[in-house]
């Protein structure tokens, strides 16, 4: 998040030098507060506290909401949730009356991510997309910390594809970055939980791996110890259990360390979840352990899975009336909770159970309750989806607004150019007819030559569109994926290639960058850029310049094609 800071509010504080010197020791406590916030969140707590009493006793209130944003994130990462939520709230109160925009943007951020960790998700979700709207109001493009934070609430709300395109744009964009840190380490850990969750487990470690080296070097303990715990879950999965050990155990001293009890509860699940896994009867304390963590920090989420765990233990030893007390606990619990997930989870243990009481008719009972929650779930996540999109929805209009009267002067130029295209190329034509209607062989052998295009595009779906509208209309292509093998093909037959078509967006680099590159050697090359992405200010500015025509995805064939009539010569 970027740091927000407000104006005075009108009749607060006093006037001079020492409303002044107050302002600025307000600001230091706060940004002091803010640099320690990962590694040392009661510091930051402590800190943050004493600018708001130094600002409330001076009636000073310059830098007051940014003092309670300082003093939730502390909060945040102690996991006093309910206190970090007022304090945030508060914040975003008093740049609300000011109608600071950076400042609600900054507050809503923040709600988000307390809203997430606390796992309500919807709340989350509602914050960080009221914080992007904000956002593209003010600047362009995207933020990738915001585009971050959305990839997270998706991928746990199940929504693995639109997780994992909020994580590949945000990892783009965190590469051309020389920070923040805490973008570039939430980048690379997103993505080893996309490969984690599409069982892809190598990848998932070395990115997990990775995550904790930037971590380590950026001095964010808590990044640290989530990346340590991660890892520690994917080496479980690949039974490397030793090895998964030594990473719980180090992510459990660093959240101990920083005082963050829901951090140490989730590795003590963890570790009691890979234990149990590996056959070993300690499972149960750690599974007890957590449940104590949970319960003291009111969370009836983890309280759930950890009385899950200690009746799979206890059911494992035999000890099955025990089972069936912690399984009606939990039960008691996720029904009033309406978690349902963790009810599905419990009928099925259940049933399984009866089973093997050979009580069928309880069984079977479970079993329907079990498929009654699933399909419950399935239509509360078509529901959701459709809610999401929604929101989704006026995000994107905000953006389009603010992007579309740029768009409306580029397609006036762009026809403009065109038909005086069409005219010069009408009488030109004419002209040579006159001269000379018939054209020899050789002349006719190098039309392919003076037709050929060079298409630069990665996505398979595209290019076959794009090879059969170009056949279709009689133009001869070449095909590159990446823009290293462009370069390539440009070097070593520039001369005939007639037309450049490429996407901004490529595996190994910018569209942009080649269309620099060939500009510096061949300025009258005609080129044409796809984008399904919003282009910056800048960028938009530099293919007008050139006179490159801009067409957004999904392509309109027609219009591609006008292009090319007009811009490569007969």
């Not at 949970?294 to 206890?314: C, P, Q, Y």
Request: charged fraction near 30%; include cysteine.
């Amino acid at each position: 998040m970027a740091d927000s800071t407000g104006n005075p509010s009108a009749g607060a504080g006093t006037a001079g030098i020492d409303s002044k010197d107050t302002d600025q020791r307000v600001l230091s406590l706060a940004d002091r507060a803010w640099a320690v916030k990962y590694s040392e969140p009661s510091k930051a707590v402590e800190l943050a506290q004493q600018a708001i009493d130094l600002s409330m006793e001076s009636a000073s209130e310059k830098y007051l909401p940014k003092s309670y944003l300082c003093k939730a994130m502390g909060l945040l990462h102690l996991a006093r949730f309910k206190e970090a939520e007022a304090s945030a709230l508060s914040g975003l109160e008093i740049y609300a009356k000011r109608d600071e925009q950076e400042g609600l943007r900054a507050a809503n951020n923040i709600l988000g991510s307390i809203y997430f960790r606390w796992g309500k998700l919807s709340s989350a979700l509602e914050h960080y997309l009221e914080a992007m709207r904000i956002h593209l109001q003010l600047e362009e493009d995207p933020d990738p910390g915001l585009l971050s934070n959305l990839g997270a609430v998706y991928l746990n709300l199940g929504e693995t594809e639109k997780a994992l395109d909020h994580y590949t744009r945000v990892t783009e964009m965190a590469g051309r970055m020389k920070g923040p840190d805490d973008l570039k380490v939430a980048a690379v850990l997103n993505m080893g939980e996309i490969y984690n969750r599409m069982e892809m487990y190598d990848a998932a470690l070395e990115k997990c791996q990775a995550a904790y080296g930037l971590a380590l070097k950026a001095d964010m303990k808590q990044a640290q110890a989530s990346a340590d715990d991660d890892i520690g879950q994917i080496l479980c999965r690949l039974e490397r259990f030793e090895e998964a050990e030594e990473h719980f155990l180090r992510a459990l001293r660093v959240f101990r360390n920083l005082e963050d009890l829901k951090g140490e509860a989730m590795v003590l699940l963890d570790m009691g979840t890979c234990y149990m896994d590996n056959g070993r009867e300690d499972a149960l304390d750690l599974f007890q352990q957590s449940n104590l963590k949970f319960r003291s920090i009111n969370d009836s989420l983890g309280v759930t899975r950890t009385l899950i765990g200690i009746a799979k233990v206890m059911l494992t030893g035999g000890r099955t009336d025990e089972a069936g007390k912690k399984l009606g606990e939990a039960m008691e619990i996720a029904g009033f909770m309406n978690l349902k997930p963790q009810l599905s989870c419990i009928h099925s243990i259940l049933a399984d159970v009866y089973e093997e009481k050979g009580d069928f008719e309880k069984s079977l009972m479970q079993i329907k309750l079990h498929y009654d929650i699933e399909q419950d779930l399935r239509s509360e996540r078509a529901s959701r989806h459709l809610r999401n999109l929604r929101i989704i929805h006026q995000v994107e209009e905000a953006r389009k607004e603010a992007a579309l009267q740029k768009v409306r002067n580029l397609e006036l130029e762009q026809e403009k150019r065109i038909l005086e295209d069409q005219v010069r190329k009408a009488a030109m034509k004419r002209s040579m007819e006159e001269e000379d209607k018939a054209a020899t062989a050789e002349e006719e052998e190098r039309v392919p030559e003076q037709m050929r295009v060079l298409v630069v595009e990665s996505d398979p779906t595209v290019v076959q569109v794009l090879k059969e509208a170009l056949g279709l209309n009689g133009y001869a292509y070449e095909l590159s994926s990446s823009m290293e093998e462009a370069s390539g093909i440009l070097k070593r037959s520039g001369k005939e290639i007639s037309c450049l078509f490429t996407d901004l967006l490529l595996p190994d680099g910018s569209g942009m960058d080649l269309i620099r590159e060939v500009l510096s050697s061949d300025s009258e090359l005609p080129i044409i850029a796809g984008t399904q992405y919003p282009v910056s200010k800048k960028d938009i500015e530099f293919l007008a310049e050139n006179r490159i025509v801009l067409l957004e995805k999904p392509y309109n064939i027609d219009t591609l094609i006008l292009n090319l009539f007009t811009m490569i010569p007969d």
